[in-house]
C-alpha cells in the first residue's frame, strides 16, 4: 500500500482499505503445530482428559512459581475465577467494584448472590483509588473487588490499608496483568486473592481458562473444594460448589503459551513502542504509557481522544479506522452502570461522571500476534494523516451523513 496523501484515499469515502486482512485488538498469539500435536498426543496416550490431571497440576505449579505465590488454582475461565474467588472469601451484601471494566468483573459479583456497586475511577489510571472507595462503605459492604486496568496494579497499598481498618476483603481482577509487577514483584500475590483470564485475547492463553492465585493457604483449600463436586477433592468445608475445572487440552494449551511468554513479551513491546512514537505526533490523543519502573506486559495499547484537539470524535475515528481495516475499539461503553441488569437500580449506585467520560473517549489500537511491527508502523501513520486532517475528515463524514 502506498500512504494515503488526500482525504479521497480514505476507505470511508470509497478509497482502498489500508489493511487486505483486518487487524484485530487481543493477544490471539498460537503455539507451534508440532508442539501442539505432541501435547495431545499425550493427552490421548494417557487418557486423561480431566479431573486435575498431570497437565493442570503441572501448570498450577508453573504459574505459582512464575508470579512468586504460594497458591495458583487453575479453572475454567477468568469469570469462574472471579465467582469461586467471592465464594470462597465468603463475602456478604455488597461489593464495592468499578463499572468502568468488562462485564465479567461486575456480573461475577451478582453471580455469587451480591450486589455490586459501582465506584468512580481516577481520570489518569482509569482504575479504582481508595479514597473513591472509602465514600461508598456502608454496613452492607463485605468487599473491594479492584481491577488492574490495561496492567497497572489498581492501588493496592493504600486499598489494602482501607480493607484493613473497614474489616473488608480485598480481590483483584488480574486479567490484564499477568506479567506485570508492582513494587517490582509481579502481580499474583495482592489483596486475599487475584484472579487471572487465560482467555486467547488474553497474554497468557489456555483458548480459555482463568486462575486464582493466593498466599492464603485456608483461602487455597476453600478455592480447591469449591472448583468441583468430588468428595476426594474437598479439603474443606463449604457450602456451594461449582463446576470450575479445568480440562487437560486447556492447561496443556497454557503451557505453551507459557512457554511462548518472552517472546510474546518482546514482540508486544515492539509494537507498542512503534505506537508510542508515532503518539508524539499525533495531536487530540494521549496514549496510557507503560507505568514507571514497572516490568508491563504491553496486552493493550489504549488512547484516550481529546475531540476538541483531533478534530474528530472517538466514534468518528473509529469508523475511518474501522474501514481501513483498523478494527481499532472503544472499550467498556456505555458502561456497567447503564445497562441490565444494573441500569436504573439506585442501590448499585450510577452517578460516574469519569466513568461516564472515560466510556466517550477511550479506545484500543489493535496489538498481538495479528499486528506486525511494519502493520503497525503503516497504522501510525494512517493516525497521523487522519488526525492532520481531523476537521476536514470531520465535516465529511457528517456531509455523507446529511445526504444519505
Ligand atoms: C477477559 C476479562 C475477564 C473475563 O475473563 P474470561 O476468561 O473471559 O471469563 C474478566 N475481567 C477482565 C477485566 C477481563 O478483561
Known sequence: MTDKTRIDDLAVFGGTPAFESPLPVGQLYLPDWTDFERLFRGIFARRYFTNHGP??????????????VRHATNVTNGTVALMIALRALDLRGEVIVPSFTFPATVQAISWAGLTPVFCDVDPATHMLTAENVRKLIGPRTSGVLGVHLWGRACDPDALQKLCLENNLRLLFDAAHAFSC?????????????????????????????????????GLAARIRTIRNFHVSESFVQVSLRINGKMTEAQAGMALLSLDMLPAVLER?????????????????????????????????????????LAGLERDELLEVLRSEGVLARRYFYPGLHRLPPYFARPEHGNVLPVTDELC?????????????????????????FVLEHGTEIRKRLQQRGAQS
Open 181 to 217: 509487577t508492582w513494587n517490582g514483584h509481579r502481580i499474583g500475590g495482592l489483596g486475599d486473592v487475584e484472579c487471572f483470564s487465560l482467555h486467547a485475547t488474553k497474554l497468557l492463553s489456555a483458548m480459555e481458562g482463568g486462575c486464582l492465585t493466593t498466599n492464603d493457604d
Open 55 to 68: 497437565l493442570v497440576r503441572e501448570l498450577d505449579e508453573r504459574i505459582a512459581a512464575y508470579l512468586g
Open 360 to 384: 466517550k473517549t477511550v479506545m484500543q489500537l489493535p496489538l498481538g500476534a495479528r499486528v506486525s511491527a511494519r502493520d503497525a508502523e503503516r497504522v501510525g501513520r494512517l493516525l497521523g
Open 268 to 308: 508486544n513491546q515492539c509494537v507498542f513502542d512503534i505506537y508510542s512514537r508515532h503518539a508524539q505526533t499525533w495531536c487530540g490523543l494521549r496514549l496510557l504509557e507503560a507505568p514507571l519502573g514497572e516490568t508491563w506486559n504491553h496486552q493493550y495499547c489504549v488512547l484516550e481522544v481529546d475531540a476538541r
